[in-house]
C-alpha cells in the first residue's frame, strides 16, 4: 500500500509514530508524511517523501483554509491507498480535504477533546464536529475505553470499524546513573530525607500544575517541609507558575525544571509520580513510572482510569483534599505501594496492534 501519515506538526510524528512507521516499510508499503514543520524531522524518516502543510493548532485560523487547499493538492497528485491521520485539527481538514477520494481513511485519537467532565463549547463543537467527520472515515482508532465506547455511537464508512489499541507504548529502558542523580541532588540542594514527587508535562492549562502548586502549599502548611515538587517541561502557563510560586514561598519546595530530554534520573529519584491533568489519552508518563516502580496519585479521569487498576500502583483522586491526603498516605507507607510494568503497554504491543488494523484495511 501507499500509505500517508498526517499530523499537525512533526514533533507528533518524531515522538508517537516511528515504530510503526519502520513496521510498515519493513512489511514494504511506501510511507509518505505530511505536517507543518515545527522541528527537524527524525534521522530515521529524513528518506521519506515529506509534504509542508500549513496546519496550526487553532482551528480559527486562515493558514487552515490553506491547509485543506494543500491537502487537495497532495491528494490529487499522489493518490494514496490509505490516509492515516492523527491530531484533532490535521485529522478534522484531512477527513475533509480526502472525502471524495478513493483511498481508505483513518484516524487515530489520541484523545478525544469531549470527555467526561469536558465543558459545554468542547461538547457543542468537537464532539459534533467528530461526529459529522465519521461519515468521511473508514478506520477510527481509540487509546482509552471511555473513547473507545464513544465512538460506537458514530455512523462510520464501513461496519466495526472502531477500534481499541493500548496507547502508544513506552519501551523505557531502566538503567541506574548514579552521577546524574547526583547532580540534580546537587544542584537542587536535596538533603537524604526529602521526599520527591515529579510530573513530567508540558506547563499549560490542561495539565492544570497550578493544582500540584496547591497541594504542596497545604503540605508544607501542615509540616511536610521535606517535600519536594519537580515539575519537568516549559509550556506556555510557566510565568504563571513561576509567580505563584513566589507568592506561596516554595521556591524551597516546586521547581520548574524546564524541557528535560531524559526523564530517568528523575525517576530514580521519586518517591511519588503524581498527574493533575484534566484531559488525557492514556499517559507515558504513567506508564514510565511502573516501569521504575514509582507509585502514582493521578487525577481520576480518562487515561488514568484505564491505567491504574490495582491498589499498589498508587490512587486516583478528584480533588486538592484528596492528592493531598493520598501523597501523604504513599510516603509515609511506602512499602505498600511498588508497580510493574506490564508489557500490555510496550511499543512492541501498540505496533502489533495497529498492524491487524492496517491488515484490514488492504481486505
Given at each position: 500500500m501507499k500509505i500517508l501519515q498526517v499530523t499537525t506538526i512533526s514533533n507528533t510524528i518524531n515522538a508517537f509514530l516511528i515504530p510503526h512507521i519502520e513496521a510498515l516499510l519493513a512489511q514494504g508499503h511506501e510511507v509518505e508524511l505530511a505536517c507543518a514543520t515545527n522541528q527537524p524531522?527524525?534521522?530515521?524518516?529524513?528518506?521519506?517523501?515529506?509534504?509542508?502543510?500549513?496546519?496550526?493548532?487553532?482551528?480559527?485560523?486562515?493558514?487552515?483554509?490553506?491547509?485543506?487547499?494543500?491537502?487537495?493538492?497532495?491528494?490529487?497528485?499522489?493518490?494514496?491507498?490509505?490516509?492515516?491521520?492523527?491530531?484533532?485539527?490535521?485529522?478534522?481538514?484531512?477527513r475533509l480535504a480526502a472525502r471524495h477520494e478513493n483511498g481508505a481513511v483513518m484516524y487515530t485519537a489520541h484523545g478525544f477533546h469531549f470527555y467526561e467532565g469536558a465543558s459545554k463549547f468542547n461538547w457543542l463543537t468537537y464532539y459534533?464536529?467528530?461526529?459529522?467527520?465519521?461519515?468521511?472515515?473508514?478506520?477510527?482508532?481509540?487509546?482509552?475505553?471511555?473513547?473507545?465506547?464513544?465512538?460506537?455511537?458514530?455512523?462510520?464508512?464501513?461496519?466495526?470499524?472502531?477500534?481499541?489499541?493500548?496507547?502508544?507504548?513506552?519501551?523505557?529502558?531502566?538503567?541506574?546513573?548514579?552521577?546524574?542523580?547526583?547532580?540534580?541532588?546537587?544542584?537542587?540542594?536535596?538533603?537524604?530525607?526529602?521526599?520527591?514527587?515529579?510530573?513530567?508535562?508540558e506547563l499549560s492549562q490542561n495539565k492544570n500544575q497550578t493544582l500540584l502548586i496547591d497541594v504542596m502549599d497545604r503540605l508544607v502548611t501542615a509540616g511536610k517541609t521535606n517535600y519536594r515538587l519537580f515539575l519537568l517541561g516549559s509550556g506556555p502557563k510557566r510565568d504563571d507558575y513561576q509567580r505563584k510560586i513566589a507568592t506561596l514561598n516554595l521556591e524551597r519546595h516546586v521547581f520548574l525544571t524546564g524541557q528535560v530530554n531524559d526523564v530517568r534520573p528523575f525517576l530514580e529519584l521519586a518517591d511519588v509520580v503524581v498527574s493533575s491533568s484534566q484531559r488525557e489519552g492514556l499517559p507515558v508518563n504513567v506508564l514510565e513510572a511502573f516501569a521504575y516502580g514509582v507509585p502514582?496519585?493521578?487525577?481520576?479521569?480518562?487515561?488514568?482510569?484505564?491505567?491504574?487498576?490495582?491498589?499498589?500502583?498508587?490512587?486516583?483522586?478528584?480533588?486538592?483534599?484528596?492528592?493531598?491526603?493520598?501523597?501523604?498516605?504513599?510516603?509515609?507507607a511506602s512499602e505498600k505501594y511498588r508497580p510493574s510494568f506490564t508489557n500490555k503497554y510496550s511499543i512492541n504491543a501498540s505496533v502489533q496492534a495497529m498492524q491487524k488494523i492496517y491488515a484490514e484495511m488492504r481486505v
Open positions: 524531522l527524525d534521522q530515521r524518516l529524513t528518506a521519506l517523501p515529506h509534504h509542508e502543510i500549513s496546519f496550526q493548532w487553532n482551528p480559527l485560523t486562515t493558514d487552515n483554509v490553506r491547509a485543506y487547499f494543500q491537502l487537495k493538492k497532495l491528494f490529487k497528485a499522489r493518490h494514496y491507498d490509505l490516509i492515516h491521520t492523527h491530531t484533532p485539527n490535521a485529522s478534522a481538514l484531512t459534533q464536529i467528530e461526529k459529522i467527520l465519521a461519515r468521511y472515515t473508514d478506520k477510527l482508532v481509540t487509546i482509552n475505553q471511555e473513547d473507545y465506547q464513544r465512538a460506537q455511537g458514530f455512523k462510520l464508512k464501513r461496519k466495526n470499524a472502531v477500534h481499541l489499541i493500548p496507547g502508544i507504548g513506552t519501551d523505557i529502558e531502566v538503567v541506574a546513573q548514579p552521577q546524574k542523580v547526583a547532580e540534580i541532588r546537587n544542584k537542587y540542594q536535596l538533603r537524604p530525607e526529602d521526599k520527591i514527587l515529579v510530573f513530567a508535562a502514582v496519585v493521578l487525577t481520576k479521569i480518562r487515561g488514568h482510569v484505564d491505567l491504574l487498576t490495582e491498589r499498589n500502583q498508587g490512587f486516583l483522586v478528584e480533588n486538592m483534599h484528596e492528592m493531598a491526603a493520598a501523597i501523604d498516605e504513599i510516603l509515609t
